[in-house]
């Protein structure tokens, strides 16, 4: 049996932390490597990973200064030694068959990396499907094509790879929206890519974890340069799937001006040009026909109305707030 490394980056997560970490530890599939990343957590969360080390030998703690969610993966990617990775956020759990569906899925069809689906947990633990219709495998190619234009999620959590696949790949420090920046390199270098139909991964929605990225002009600045890294990396493999990542690197990018109007970011800031430099040059015909409705409001208003798209910018921004 193949040992999987399970990477849990933790980070002000005392309330779930004991949930996440049992329902690791209660996997059917018992070969398993738990490594709990404390990445400074100001609260008891450290004291509570060295007791689950003390209770069962399959856990290591790393203890850290604090460096983010990306610095938390990084160091847990180096101490690991399976051969297969996995990464479950803190504040999330995971049903008592996930590994054992996904490494039997892996090894009986020769896949690199294996997806599964996802339940958003909400406060009152109301849970909504996020699915595939169907256990579908892709050549690798093919899967990168479908991450890269956004038909596959971006999560790093819900998945295992080979070790292989990761390689020297590390999650960009100091930035958000890491899993954008970082998994579709993963696929690159995967020949084979398999998706469970099963939901097995409970993702919960909070704001105060190290996963939580709050109405920030920093946060949707990062996910800007993500989505614009991708177009930047199809269009350097000549991939299928240029125009879908041109596409939603505009989208992106409008998102993030509007996210900047609504924070009083300055109109003469380095990243504000960069924003509007990356808009004004990707405005064609077919391209703006194929934004959403709500992305071609904010391209009208901010071509014809500024003062418009800038009230709708702060009406955004007290919505979310709420």
């Known amino acids: 049996m193949k040992k999987i490394s399970v ?5 002000k997560v005392e309330k779930y932390i004991h949930e996440c970490v049992d329902s690791i530890l209660n996997q059917t599939y018992k070969n398993l490597e738990v490594i709990l990343v404390d990445d400074g957590s100001p609260d008891n969360c450290g004291k509570i990973c060295d007791e689950y080390a003390i209770k069962d030998k399959r856990v290591k703690v790393i203890h850290k200064k604090n460096g983010g969610l990306s610095d938390a993966r990084n160091a847990g990617i180096e101490e690991a030694k399976g051969e297969v990775i996995s990464f479950i ?7 008592a068959s996930m ?11 020769d896949l690199d990396m ?4 996802t339940f958003i947990v909400r406060g009152n633990r109301k849970r909504y499907k996020l699915h595939y219709n169907k256990n579908i495998i892709y050549d690798g190619i093919i899967a990168l094509n479908k991450i890269l234009s956004g038909r596959i999620d971006n999560s790093a959590c819900n998945k295992i790879y080979k070790r292989e696949i990761i390689a020297d790949i590390r999650f960009p420090i100091g930035r958000k929206y890491e899993d954008v920046a970082t998994i579709y390199k993963y696929v690159f270098n995967a020949k084979r890519v398999g998706y469970l139909s099963q939901a097995v991964y409970y993702y919960r929605k909070i704001s105060t974890s190290i996963t939580g990225s709050s109405f920030n002009s920093q946060s949707r600045y990062d996910c800007f340069i993500g989505y614009r890294e991708r177009l930047e990396f199809a269009k350097l493999h000549q991939l299928d799937c240029i125009h879908d990542c041109e596409l939603l690197a505009l989208e992106t990018a409008l998102s993030t001006l509007t996210v900047f109007y609504a924070l009083g970011e300055h109109e003469s800031s380095e990243r504000y040009r960069e924003v509007i430099s990356f808009i004004e040059s990707h405005l064609n015909i077919k391209l703006v026909d194929r934004l959403r409705k709500k992305h071609k409001l904010l391209l009208w208003s901010f071509k014809n109305f500024k003062p418009l798209h800038k009230i709708y910018a702060k009406l955004s921004s007290l919505s979310k707030r709420i």
């Open 7 to 11: 990477i849990v980056p933790v980070y």
């Open 89 to 95: 956020d803190s504040d999330d759990y995971i049903d």
């Open 99 to 109: 590994f054992s569906n996904m490494i039997e899925y892996l090894e009986d069809n």
């Open 114 to 117: 294996v997806c599964a689906d």
